[in-house]
């Protein structure tokens, strides 16, 4: 079992930036894609960003050029890093480890509210 726990979530300003971790129970990095979804109510999930097990990145469309994930393995965490933030971006971000886009863990989720 891999347990995730997500970290840095908040309330910014448009045009800020906030940095997400997620932290791995134990190390997985080598064997697990990392990667994080976000959900906003009544909408589907969508994919932000993930990094695979060999460091292949894959951003979703809509945040390609303003977020960044990143990971160090050393402390068994991923991190998202997140400028340029619009109103639109604001979701309940989750953590995952699977396999490229598929998950197999959950992480809780964050909460990111981008608003003036």
């Known amino acids: 079992q891999v347990q995730l726990v997500e970290s840095g979530g908040g309330l910014v300003q448009p045009r800020g930036s906030l940095r997400l971790s997620c932290a791995a129970s134990?190390?997985?990095?080598?064997?697990?894609?990392m990667g994080w979804y976000r959900q906003v109510p009544g909408k589907q999930r969508e994919l932000a960003a993930y990094i695979t097990s060999i460091s292949r990145i894959n951003y979703g469309d809509s945040v390609k050029g303003r977020f960044t994930i990143s990971r160090d393995n050393a402390k068994n965490t991923v991190y998202l890093q997140m400028n340029s933030l619009k109103p639109e971006d604001t979701a309940v971000y989750h953590c995952?480890?699977?396999?490229?886009?598929?998950?197999?863990?959950w992480g809780q989720g964050t909460q990111v509210t981008v608003s003036s």
């Open positions: 134990r190390s997985i990095f080598s064997i697990y894609t």
């Open positions: 995952y480890a699977g396999r490229e886009q598929l998950a197999t863990y």
